[in-house]
Nanobody, 123 residues
């Protein structure tokens, strides 16, 4: 089992920045592909970004490319999502997810999920 706990959400004005963190515990964290998803009210869950087990490869949804950066610190069992130039459209609950297999953007490839952290961007 892998337990994931997100933090760092909050209220920010458009154009501002936030950094989300996801602390993992349980099985060998370093072997898992990690991802961030988000879900706005009334909308389906949307993939945001992924990072491979070594941290050497990252993938981003087109909607956040150039504004968001995902990273991981294996020593701290933590992944991060640095969000810059935030827009009201980025308002959502952000979820951290972990997969023990090759995965990028499909939610069903991820077996473990955190409880989510709310990000609200005001205009």
């Amino acid at each position: 089992q892998v337990q994931l706990v997100e933090s760092g959400g909050g209220l920010v004005q458009a154009g501002g920045s936030l950094r989300l963190s996801c602390a993992a515990s349980g099985r060998t964290f370093s072997r898992y592909t990690m991802a961030w998803f988000r879900q706005a009210p009334g909308q389906e869950r949307e993939w945001v970004a992924s990072i491979n087990w070594s941290g050497g490869t990252t993938y981003y949804a087109d909607s956040v490319k150039g504004r968001f950066t995902m990273s991981r610190d294996t020593a701290k069992n933590t992944v991060y999502l640095q969000m810059n130039s935030l827009k009201p459209a980025d308002t959502a609950v952000y979820y951290c997810a972990a997969s023990g297999r090759i995965a990028i953007s499909r939610a069903y490839d991820y077996s473990y999920w955190g409880q989510g952290t709310q990000v609200t961007v005001s205009s």
